[in-house]
């Protein structure tokens, strides 16, 4: 009940909460719930679940995805002079060379994802004055020590007056990163992206191996890998699972299995046993409370598979710790602390990539 009185109170609040609830339905409405009212968030937040932004074999990709009604996370200005500087993007690590259609990563997903790291980022941040940020605005041709010739840089000016531009309006609710945390939260971003990626490819490659070959989905006879599924719990609300996988095969009376995926990219290598243990932990009941036990499926292509309702049981959750230089460099203490968070988070299993 409580819920249901704030989000009367951020339709009240905001003509456009309203508009974009009235548009957008349920799914809006547990969108902006989630993002606390902020409605650019919370478009961003429904960016990923598009059928056509995910890369579902059902829907358009790309950017001719988004070409009708639906929210989108950069304005028609911003998305023009971004798509005219693509080649230099590419070559400059900027949000083009991040796109990957083939594991559902287009470019309204990867720009949706980057506006939802950057709202929850925790580094320092500018004050939302927009008469101080004009005047500490900074400019392309006077970056700060060390940022010289950082690509990075001028894709820092952009977002800085977009900050601006959408404080002004009234769009956002916080000021604009600093440049240091800034490139802290692309670097992270980017290394996550990667990792899922990754991480996307191998689940479809192991797909098609013979059963008793996979290392990932042998309990599943003909598996669907499924990207950026919108999934609905009422303790959690609207979420979408990095990957969801689905049952395919003949069921022989049994109810279809579903399993969930969340890939984790996080620098684990210096934590103490104690704080490495309870971050996994956290991430493990994280994990579960999003993705775990009971889930409606929210994505319409998949309603076909559960003619019961798309309300399902999920048995298993994967939780998957990106490897190589950010593992935990003493391999007794990831070992202790797996052991630990199978018997304290039954439901989620980790595992260390």
């Known amino acids: 009940m409580e819920g249901l009185r704030a989000l009367a109170r951020d339709i009240q609040a905001s003509r456009e909460a309203g508009h974009f609830v009235a548009v957008g339905g349920v799914d809006a409405a547990l969108a902006l719930r989630e993002a606390r009212g902020d409605v650019a968030r ?49 070559s400059s690590g900027g949000i083009a060379s991040l796109v990957d259609e083939e594991v559902g990563l287009t470019r309204d997903v990867v720009e949706a994802r980057l506006a939802l790291v950057e709202s929850e980022a925790t580094g320092p941040r500018l004050p939302r004055d927009v008469v101080v940020l004009e005047r500490q605005q900074p400019s392309l041709e006077a970056p700060p020590s060390g940022a010289e010739g950082n690509p990075r840089w001028r894709e820092y000016v952009a977002y800085y007056e ?22 802290r939260m692309w670097g992270g971003f980017t290394r996550g992206l990667a990792f899922e990626r990754f991480m996307v490819n191998l689940l479809r490659e192991d797909a098609k191996l013979p059963r008793a070959q996979r290392r990932f989905l042998g309990d599943f006879d003909r598996p669907r890998v499924e990207m950026q599924v919108g999934v609905r719990k009422l303790d959690s609300g609207l979420r979408y699972a990095d990957v969801l996988v689905i049952e395919e095969g003949a069921l022989g009376g049994r109810p279809r299995r579903v399993e969930t995926f969340s890939f984790k990219s996080r620098d684990l290598s210096g934590l103490k046993y104690n704080d490495l243990k309870a971050q996994i932990v956290a991430d493990a009941k994280e994990a579960l409370k999003k993705y775990g036990e009971t889930l409606n499926i929210r994505r319409g292509s998949l309603q076909s598979l ?31 602390a797996v052991n630990e968070t199978r018997q304290l988070v039954p439901g989620v299993e980790v595992l260390v990539q």
Request: aromatic share 4%.
């Open 162 to 183: 977009r900050r601006v531009g959408e404080l002004e309006q009234g769009k956002a609710v916080e000021g604009p990163l600093r440049w240091a945390a800034y490139e």
């Open 306 to 336: 559960f003619p019961g309702g798309s309300e399902v049981q999920v048995p298993r959750v994967r939780l998957i710790y990106e490897g190589g230089n950010l593992k935990p460099r003493d391999p007794d203490f990831l070992k202790r």
């Open 42 to 90: 919370a478009q961003a937040m429904m960016a990923r679940a598009r059928p056509g932004a995910t890369g579902a074999p059902e829907g358009k990709s790309g950017a001719g995805a988004s070409s009708g009604k639906g929210a989108t996370v950069a304005d028609d200005a911003t998305r023009a002079t971004l798509e005219r500087s693509g080649a230099a993007e590419r």
